[in-house]
Each structure stands twice: as C-alpha cells, then as structure tokens.
C-alpha cells in the first residue's frame, strides 16, 4: 500500500490526502510533526532529502516528495489531468502560480499564525510584504474565476485541488475573503465534488 507521509494541519499534505481519496486510491498516512522536527531525523532524509513532507512510498519502493509533483503522477490518466495538450499546459501553469505566488504568502502566513511560538524571521515582513502579496494572488484567482466555475476548461482538475488547499483556510492567517465573492462560490464548488473530504480528516 502507498504510504503518506503527512501533517494533518498541511495544505500541501491535503492536497494528496483530498486527491487520493477522490480517486478511491488506499493509503496508509504517517503523521509527523514538523514543528517538531520530525521530518529532519537522519532516516527521513536518507529517504526524502528536502526535509518536507508530503511525501510518499508507493508499494514498489519508489519515493517521491514535493505536494505538486504528487498530485500529478496520481492524476496522470484520471479525469483530474485534462488530456488536452494546452489545458494540460495551462494545468501546469496554476500549479506553478501556486507554489510561487500563492503558497509563499498565503500559506506561510497561515502558519506563523497557527504556531506563534515559532521563532520565523519572517514575521517582520507579514503586514509589509507576505500578506500584501497574499492579496495580490487572491486577486488573480478572483478575475479568473469570476467568468468560469473551474480554473482550467470546464472541469474539477488538480488545478483546483492545489489551489483550493490553502485558499479556503486563508482566514486562518488572517485573509478576508469578503471582497472575493467568484473565489468564495468557486470554494463551495470544490467542497461539493464527490469524496469530498475536509482537511481536518486523515
């Protein structure tokens, strides 16, 4: 059985928890604690280098890391990954936005909230810059959106699933998703799919 690597409160861990159960793909989920260092020991880095999860076995040996990377190979085949050469493209396009304009920000700030004990340098920059830019990639979502119910074609793909992870618990860093009223429909579109799951559940 595939094994995950994971921490419950992750959006990059739910990403691959929310795609897998979609798909009715068994898991077996393994809980480390990174504010604990659990995913730096010598034995999680021999297997996964960067330190991060999520990561995964599959029932072959291989490992594999990084949130994106993973919901790709399990979507390759699926209804998740449009077969379309440009949709699949512009797949890849979100994925990339998410990791480099919207996870940075939305993500990070969200966890410097949830753990104010952690000592981060990055808490001088929240209000002056981390948040600002959060807003910043909240607002591309919201002009995409307000003309079509998913990001790529007219299908629930990976897209979505990647960027939904975090954006429907921006609150919790602080994000008000008043003012976006295509992101916050687009949010109630995700949470209908069938196998939904939320991310508080393993």
């Given at each position: 059985m595939i094994?995950?690597?994971?921490y419950?409160?992750?959006?990059?861990?739910?990403?691959?928890r929310?795609?897998l159960?979609?798909l009715?793909i068994?898991f077996?989920?393994?809980e480390?604690?990174?504010?604990?260092?659990?995913?730096?020991?010598?034995?999680?880095?021999r297997?996964?280098p960067?330190?991060?999860i999520?990561?995964?076995?599959?029932?072959d040996?291989?490992l594999l890391?990084?949130?994106?990377?993973?919901i790709?190979y399990f979507?390759?085949?699926t209804p998740f990954?449009?077969a379309?050469r440009?949709?699949r493209a512009q797949?890849f396009?979100?994925l990339?936005f998410e990791q480099?304009?919207?996870?940075p920000?939305?993500?990070?700030?969200?966890?410097?909230?949830?753990?104010p004990?952690v000592?981060?340098?990055?808490?001088t920059?929240?209000?002056?810059?981390?948040?600002?830019?959060g807003?910043?990639?909240?607002?591309?979502?919201?002009?995409?959106l307000k003309?079509r119910e998913w990001l790529?074609?007219?299908?629930?793909?990976?897209a979505?699933?990647?960027?939904?992870a975090?954006?429907?618990?921006?609150?919790?860093?602080g994000f008000d998703?008043?003012?976006?009223p295509?992101?916050?429909?687009?949010?109630?579109?995700?949470?209908s799919?069938?196998?939904?799951?939320p991310?508080t559940?393993?």
């Open positions: 094994r995950l690597y994971d419950l409160p992750s959006g990059n861990g739910y990403k691959v929310l795609l159960t979609q009715g068994p077996e989920r393994i480390l604690n990174i504010t604990k260092g659990e995913t730096r020991t010598p034995e999680f880095l297997k996964f960067n330190g991060r999520p990561a995964i076995e599959l029932d040996g291989k890391f990084e949130s994106n990377a993973l790709l979507a390759e085949g990954l449009l379309d440009f949709q797949v396009q979100w990339f480099y304009s919207h996870e920000y939305i993500a990070s700030v969200r966890y410097l909230m949830m753990h004990a000592q981060d340098p990055r808490r920059i929240v209000d002056t810059m981390m948040r600002p830019r807003y910043d990639a909240l607002g591309v979502m919201e002009g995409h003309s790529v074609g007219e299908r629930y793909s990976v979505d699933i990647a960027l939904y975090y954006t429907h618990v921006a609150d919790e860093g998703l008043a003012g976006y295509a992101i916050r429909a687009w949010l109630e579109r995700v949470k799919q069938p196998r939904y799951i991310i559940q393993s």
